[in-house]
């Protein structure tokens, strides 16, 4: 069984430039988030994917959006790159039954974006 | 506003001894609170997951413990190694399923 995996490991853009961010997930899983992780803060929530349909979304601006594919792997993109957006961002999959309860939610490695 | 605080930041002990790691959050309406460690630069380690009817969570030298109604979680480490440092971070869960809310973390340091 593979665990979550997220490509690039590191990226560096410039500011106004587009990027786009893999995830794949566990096997089995069927929901997908993505965090974002200034240094030193704990993680921040970006939206979540659930059976390829966007289900919540934290305080991040419409230049972030995503995908979800029926296989369940994520992409992140973010548009016109800010200075602020350096970061690392991760990716986290974990099972949804649709009812009772959820289950653990497992992380990727994450990618080290860095805007100049 | 759904908060979480993680009490103390930083924490160095000596190797072997038995700490607590705290954790507060405004909102006790949670669906469940996972802890997890990060290695720096790395990313999130699931280390236990305990629902919300649940008290405590049991995993080798890591026990985690839930009072919903006061907003807290402590986890508690047993003899203590120097391979046990690192971030560690609880997250609530608020909606089944849903977004984990994230405190900043506590950094552990177990000297040899």
């Known amino acids: 069984e593979t665990g979550v995996t997220q490509s690039p490991t590191h990226l560096i853009k410039t500011r106004g430039q587009q990027v786009t961010l893999r995830c794949s997930s566990q096997s089995g899983h069927n929901t997908v988030s993505w965090y974002q992780q200034a240094l030193g803060q704990g993680p921040q929530f970006i939206f979540q994917y659930y059976r390829e349909e966007e289900n919540g979304r934290g305080n991040f601006p419409p230049r972030f959006s995503g995908l979800q594919f029926p296989n369940y792997s994520s992409e992140l993109n973010v548009n016109a790159l800010e200075l602020d957006d350096s970061a690392l961002y991760l990716c986290?999959?974990?099972?949804?039954?649709?009812?009772?309860?959820?289950?653990?939610?497992?992380f990727g490695p994450g990618t080290r974006l860095t805007v100049t | 506003k759904q908060e979480v605080t993680q009490i103390p930041a930083a924490l160095s002990v000596p190797e072997g001894e038995n700490l607590v790691l705290n954790c507060s959050f405004t909102?006790?309406?949670?669906?469940?609170l996972q802890w997890f460690r990060q290695d720096p630069g790395k990313g999130l380690t699931s280390l236990l997951l305990i629902q919300s009817s649940q008290r405590e969570q049991t995993s080798g030298r890591l026990n985690a413990s839930l009072d919903k109604s006061s907003g807290r979680s402590t986890l508690y480490i047993a003899a203590s190694q120097p391979g046990d440092s690192a971030t560690y971070l609880c997250a609530p869960r608020y909606t089944n399923a849903g977004k984990s809310t994230f405190g900043d973390g506590t950094t552990l340091t177990v000297k040899p």
């Open positions: 986290a999959s974990s099972f949804n039954p649709g009812h009772g309860f959820s289950y653990e939610q497992y």
């Open positions: 909102d006790s309406a949670i669906y469940n």
